[in-house]
Structure formats: structure tokens, C-alpha cells
């Protein structure tokens, strides 16, 4: 690892003065992929601003009646709070989903939405890739792109964002709250992270030096009728190669609202309004939900190794809308998939 | 260079004045207890809490597996957490608690888990056992699993290329009182 320079925040204003202009700077409080990468050295920040102390651990509810959440929150705690679980189970489900019980004590809330691709050619720094070294290309095209993208990518990269909090955070329209030189700004959770196109280097659009510093849900946490089903290689601790988050509003058997998204197909949550239009309105069965799905996946492409994850996509989702509908949702404990 | 493959077109990690001891991340003073022993040290930043306790304090019973974070042979417990010591580094650990496998025995006893361990022959190579050990006891601090499914899900973080896994399921039972 390369050497860095260590630094503690005292607050909030101390860690944007300290990362103001000085774009070696990295923050860290989780590091469970920041410090990963740089033992990789992919990161090789000049100095580490250590945010751990910062008050950004709580959870409060806002006026309006949701959540407000703490940046530094740890993931496993987000987990099996109450209100969470309670309130906003689909996201208590996809944090229990991801990584490992160890990793998710560290991990922080403002961290996993930060967290950078698992791509292996990012990781590995003999071969090209254009999100770690812009203008090299992209190894994937053409590699072993088993768990690619089959939405939203570009010529430059067919990386995915590995977060399953991310695809919850996705359906319930979280808003993501940040600090900088230039003051506050809240960011809608559509438009934090980025598709790839010409600059796949950014993964959000955080602006250089700011801060998260805390993550609000709405109300509306579609408790009674969810799911997020994740598929992957093994029962647990690794990475999605397709996951579904889902959230319906039900009056009968038809459908008011729905919400769902994709994780692990592209380069952010797949959210597409007109897919979730497609089921406003109509019964919840089988034949609507695969036209959803056709709808959600309706520009997929796949690069060889991954052209598997289209039809998974689609089953996927459908699996996810019906157990959401019959108020069944993937129990992340049991890995039956009823 | 003529080989196009050894130039990729990026800039090489070799930075001899970043790489060397000494120089811009030397030196970050941090106290902390292991196994209950207070430490006052100074650090190189880049140390991590698995190389402290192994390298500088010479408890080696914490295994480096992966140094990754991907296969749970490092797990201690900070103040009372379990997490991967590899992926922790220790200056930012100020004040923190840490017990390693080797804290656990009080007195000369064995913890309940180790003795469970023995009695189920929970390991065959016994690498990944003291993260096994650590990380059983963090779960059952959490106090979140109670079924052997729950049990399984929530130690998943911990890989035992023996396949010991019915053994561990079996000894965490016990260590819980459910045998």
C-alpha cells in the first residue's frame, strides 16, 4: 500500500475544510472497500480525512414522516432497527442481503452508496479499464463479463454498481443529503449515481470535496406488500448477479402503485417509470408482471457471458412482484425462493 | 516501449517516495486495548489491526487469510463488534476495545465456543478457527440468530475450506445453549 497522510475530523465543517482543494483527499469511516482498493492500489489517496467521530449516527424521523438517516449509521444496525424493519422492510431486507454480518458492523450508510464496482479488471492493474485509468478501455467488453451490465452501458464500460441498500434506497425514493465548500444540497436518489457513457470514472454526482451526510426516506415504505429477491452464486456473502427490489400499493387485487428496480444489471438501480406505469391499475398476476418485466428490460443487451442475465432479469422481477403481492416477501435467512 | 500490452496507457503504482517508511504516513499516535492491556502507540498509518496485533504485538492466533475482507480469518471484536481486523486500520481505532481468540479464555478457562468447538471437532485445519471463534461470538452477542438457517446466514462471512460447517453450526448450538 502507498503511503498517505492521516488525518481525524473534528466535525462536519473541519472535514469540508479539510477536503477543499485538496483532491488527493479520500474520507474514510467503514473502509471496507476504500481500504480494499487501496491494498489493491487502485485508490492511492495522499491523505485519508478518518470522518468517524462526525455526529452523523442518527436516525431520526422528520415531520413529514419519515426517516432521516445519519450518514455514519452502520449498516448492520440500519438493519434490524425498528423503525426500519418496521416502516421500510424492503430496505432492512436488502442490507441483510449484502456482504457478510462483519462488514456490515463496519459499513456506513453514506459509504455503501459510495462503494465502487467489483469489475475485476477495475481491480486489477496490469489491465485496461476506462473507470480506473480514463482512456485506457474497457477489458469486460469482450472479457469475462460474466457479471456485467445488460442496461445503461456504454463503449466504455459495462461495469455494475454492486450495492443491494442502493436498489431498496431506489424504490423508495430516498434522498440523498449533502455538505460542501458550496454549501448544502439534498440529491433525488435517481440522480446520485451516474450511467457510465464517456466518463465511467464518476460514479455519482457528488461534486468534488462534498460530503453525505445523511440519507432521508420518504413515508411511504410499501411495508405490507415487498420483496427484494437477490440471486447469486452462493446462498450468501457474494455479490448479486441479479436482484429485484419491489414495493406495490394494493387496493384487491389491483395494483395502485408499483415500484421496483434492478440491482446488479447495470451501473446504478434500474428504475424506469414507464415499466412501473405498464402495471398502474391492473390486476397483480403473472401475465402483468412479465409485461412489466418486458417493459424494464426492454433495451437489455447482453456481452456474451452475461446474456443469461436477461432472462433471469425478467424472472427475477416477476418472482419479486408476485411474492410482494401475496405478502410473501424473500426471507433473506431461508434461501427457499417460494 | 514496442510491446503495446506492457504499456496500458496509466501511470505505474511504483512511487518509490510514497512506498518508502518514513515518509509522509509515518508516525500517528494512537492508544488502545487489546485483550484488555492498554497500548500507547505510533503507528504507520497503513497498519492495520491485523498486522498490529500479529506483528507489533505478537498475538498470532488472529489469522491472516485473504487480507481482503472476503474470508473472515481475521475477525476480532471491537468493542464488542465483530469486524475484519484486515480492513481496520488501527489508528483509527483511538480509544477502541479490541479482544482477539486469544482474550476470550478467562483465567485459564476456555470460552464456552472453544470448548464447544473441541467437542464438536469444528475445524480440521483450524486456520479460519479463531475468526470462526471471534465471529461465533459476536453473533451471539447480536443476539439475532436463533435457528441453525439464522446461524448459517449470519457467519457466512467466515469461510472454512474444510467444509467443517455442520461442526461450526453445531458448536455455536451449544455455545448457545441449544444443544
Known amino acids: 500500500m502507498i503511503e498517505f497522510q492521516y488525518a481525524r475530523a473534528t466535525d462536519v465543517a473541519d472535514a469540508v475544510r479539510q477536503m477543499a482543494g485538496n483532491p488527493g483527499a479520500k474520507l474514510v469511516a467503514g473502509g471496507t472497500n476504500l481500504i480494499d482498493l487501496m491494498k489493491m492500489e487502485v485508490e492511492r489517496p495522499a491523505k485519508l480525512i478518518d470522518i468517524t467521530r462526525l455526529p452523523l449516527k442518527q436516525v431520526e424521523d422528520t415531520p413529514g414522516g419519515g426517516l432521516r438517516i445519519g450518514a455514519l449509521v452502520r449498516n448492520s444496525d440500519l438493519a434490524y432497527l425498528e423503525a426500519v424493519e418496521q416502516r421500510y422492510p424492503v430496505l432492512a431486507s436488502a442490507i441483510k442481503s449484502g456482504a457478510s454480518q462483519q462488514l456490515r458492523n463496519m459499513a456506513t450508510t453514506g459509504g455503501n452508496l459510495l462503494q465502487r464496482t467489483r469489475c475485476a479488471y477495475f481491480y486489477d492493474t496490469t489491465t485496461p479499464c476506462n473507470k480506473r485509468a480514463p482512456g485506457s478501455g474497457c477489458s469486460a467488453i469482450g472479457g469475462h463479463n460474466r457479471m456485467h451490465a445488460i442496461l445503461g452501458t456504454s463503449d466504455a464500460c459495462i461495469a455494475v454498481h454492486p450495492s443491494d441498500m442502493c436498489v431498496a434506497l431506489a424504490i423508495l425514493e430516498a434522498k440523498v443529503h449533502v455538505t460542501g465548500a458550496s454549501g448544502d444540497r439534498s440529491i433525488a436518489f435517481a440522480d446520485f449515481h451516474r450511467l457510465p457513457g464517456d466518463t465511467p470514472q464518476r460514479d455519482t454526482n457528488l461534486d468534488a470535496g462534498e460530503i453525505i451526510t445523511a440519507v432521508e426516506l420518504p413515508p411511504k415504505g410499501f411495508a405490507r406488500n415487498y420483496s427484494y429477491l437477490k440471486i447469486r452464486d452462493r446462498l450468501s456473502y457474494a455479490f448479486a448477479l441479479v436482484s429485484a427490489a419491489v414495493g406495490l400499493e394494493l387496493d384487491g387485487d389491483t395494483i395502485k402503485e408499483a415500484r421496483f428496480a434492478l440491482g446488479g444489471v447495470a451501473h446504478k438501480p434500474w428504475r424506469d417509470p414507464r415499466a412501473e406505469a405498464a402495471l398502474q391499475g391492473q390486476p397483480a398476476n403473472a401475465a402483468t408482471f412479465a409485461r412489466a418485466a418486458d417493459v424494464l428490460l426492454r433495451d437489455a443487451r447482453g456481452y456474451e457471458h452475461n446474456n443469461f442475465k436477461i432472462d433471469l432479469a425478467r424472472r427475477c422481477l416477476v418472482r419479486a412482484l408476485t411474492q410482494a403481492a401475496r405478502g410473501t416477501p424473500q426471507s433473506q435467512s431461508s434461501k427457499k425462493i417460494a | ?179
Open chain 2, 1 to 179: 516501449m514496442a510491446d503495446s500490452l506492457a504499456d496500458p496507457g496509466f501511470d505505474s503504482p511504483n512511487d518509490p517516495a510514497r512506498r518508502a517508511n518514513g515518509g509522509a504516513g509515518a508516525g500517528i499516535s494512537v492508544s488502545l486495548k487489546v485483550n484488555g492491556t492498554s497500548h500507547a502507540l505510533t503507528l504507520d498509518p497503513r497498519t492495520t489491526i491485523l498486522d498490529l496485533v500479529r506483528e507489533h504485538l505478537e498475538l498470532t492466533g488472529t489469522k491472516k487469510g485473504c487480507d481482503q475482507g472476503q474470508c473472515g480469518a481475521c475477525t476480532v471484536l471491537i468493542d464488542g463488534r465483530r469486524v475484519v481486523s484486515c480492513l481496520t486500520f488501527a489508528v483509527m481505532c483511538e480509544g477502541a476495545e479490541i479482544t482477539t481468540v486469544e482474550g476470550l479464555a478467562v483465567n485459564g478457562a476456555l470460552h464456552p465456543l472453544q470448548q464447544a468447538f473441541i467437542d464438536h471437532d469444528a475445524f480440521q485445519c483450524g486456520y479460519c478457527t479463531p475468526g470462526q471463534i471471534c465471529s461465533a461470538a459476536g453473533l451471539i452477542a447480536e443476539g439475532k440468530a436463533k435457528t441453525a438457517e439464522e446461524i448459517r446466514e449470519l457467519m457466512s462471512g467466515n469461510i472454512c475450506r474444510c467444509g467443517a460447517y455442520t461442526n461450526i453450526v453445531a458448536a455455536i448450538q451449544q455455545a448457545m445453549g441449544r444443544s
